[in-house]
């Protein structure tokens, strides 16, 4: 029975409501909907001031403009990510899983800027003052000049922030702060949206760069992520796959540069280490490659990044054959499943496949598309790509392969990493490389039954 005045509000997705319902109606998810304080009336609101509209050229300013100042912290792979540094006067959001080494980052990134001279503040909700210190020290930082506290409450990180004037402030997490102006509990839809409203307008206000730490919930989405996601103006996310050391940056959203790019690092005893040259990481270069292995010259961001695509294609047991995919999307898995079915003769119907993009690292490319094709074609023909050999090249449902962007950066890196051919669509520039071009897929999986590679290993 809905009460008087009560606001009901899904806790994955935001919506809200006057009643009470098992299942929210926008994002269909269970057992969501929390009853939370509604909004203020109207005469609680401060007194208006009309906004006064501007030129685009920043007053007579133009030819003067200057692109937003930006703060680095020394962290190569966390300043590219952002876009070249934080922006002072911003807020960005960083998500991840419980464990993924959020605060591990941040922590180090934060103590980063601190020895360039940045005025900077760690404030936790999860940990004391004395865990962060100690974690701190087991990674050499306890030199780093941070201002640590240890806070919840929103109301005394907002008279501290505006106290003492900050360059960078990291807050972890906004699950963990309350507001004493809502009576929703910490982590609430209703709570994580107040406080980092406020939080993003201090940023503004005082010119400092903000960053909030969310966690991410079992669904996918940061609590309240969904909510937030427009208050900020930047959001990262921090992944990795259990069981690999390895760490991925992504930007997801940025209003000040490219969301495509990644940073890559990998989780030691001391802290996140950097990884420049993510391609050596993800890609085993000893050994032979055996059959159901691709490698994919791929691009992420501003950079080329090499990785391994698996298959395992193999009699099925079920009725229902298995289809598994680990770092690739499984509707683009089922998409070059049908092709290599309807174009190629490739019989795949009655087996279960399995897919692994090696490493732990995701992959979004189209062009990755023939790399995928082959890594299949090669482990139910049960014959081994050319160890020096690179794919890439985008399938469409006629069964033809297309062109994919950066061929020179992808090219140039994997001649670098010691590959001399590829196999690619028919008029990509292969530079020092030998090409292998296809037009169709069928012709791919030709190739890979029969060899016939322009350099014969
Ligand atoms: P943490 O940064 O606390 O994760 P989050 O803030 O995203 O919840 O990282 C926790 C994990 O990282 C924990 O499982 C231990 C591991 N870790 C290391 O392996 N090495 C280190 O130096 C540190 C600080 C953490
Ligand atoms: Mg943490």
Known sequence: MARDGATYVCQSCGASQSRWSGQCPACSAWNTMVEEGGLRPPGALAATRPSRARGLDFEGLSGDVRSPPRLLTGIEEFDRVCGGGLVRGSALLVGGDPGVGKSTLLMQAVAAAAQRGATCAYVSGEESVDQVRSRAQRMGLSGAPVKLAAETSLRNILDGLKRSQFDLVVIDSIQTLWSDSHDAAPGSVTQVRAASAELVRLA??????????????????????????????????????????????????????????????????????????????????????????????????????????????????????????????????????????????????????????????????????????????????????????????????????????????????????????????????????????????????????????????
Not at 335 to 364: K, P, Q, T
Not at 379 to 407: H, K, M, N, W, Y
């Open 204 to 457: 503004k206000r005082e010119g400092v760069a903000i960053i909030l730490v969310g966690h991410v919930t079992k669904e996918g989405a940061i609590a309240g992520p969904r909510v937030i996601e427009h208050l900020v103006d930047a959001v990262l996310t921090f992944e990795g796959e259990r069981g690999y050391p390895f760490r991925v940056l992504r930007g997801v959203k940025n209003r000040f540069g490219a969301t495509d790019e990644i940073g890559v690092f990998e989780m030691g005893d001391a802290g996140l280490r950097e990884v420049a040259n993510p391609s050596a990481l993800f890609l085993d270069t000893s050994g032979e490659r055996a059959a159901g292995a691709a490698v994919f010259a791929g691009i992420e961001g501003s950079r080329p990044v090499l990785v391994e695509f698996q298959a395992l294609v193999a009699p099925s047991a079920y009725g229902t054959p298995r289809r598994a995919v680990v770092g690739w999307d499984s509707g683009r898995l089922a998409m070059v499943l049908a092709v290599l079915e309807a174009r190629c003769g490739l019989s795949l119907g009655s087996r279960d496949v399995y897919l692994n993009v090696a490493g732990g690292l995701r992959i979004s490319e189209p062009a990755a598309d023939l790399a995928a094709a082959a890594a299949l074609a090669s482990s139910a023909l049960d014959v081994a790509l050319p160890q020096d050999c690179v794919v890439f090249g985008e399938i469409s449902l006629s069964g033809e392969i297309r062109p994919v962007s950066r061929t020179e950066a992808r090219v140039r890196e994997s001649a670098k990493l010691g590959f001399r051919q590829v196999l690619g669509p028919r008029d990509a520039e292969p530079g020092p490389l030998k090409l292998a071009g296809v037009a169709r897929l069928a012709d791919a999986i030709a190739r890979i039954g029969d060899g016939g590679w322009p350099e014969t290993a």
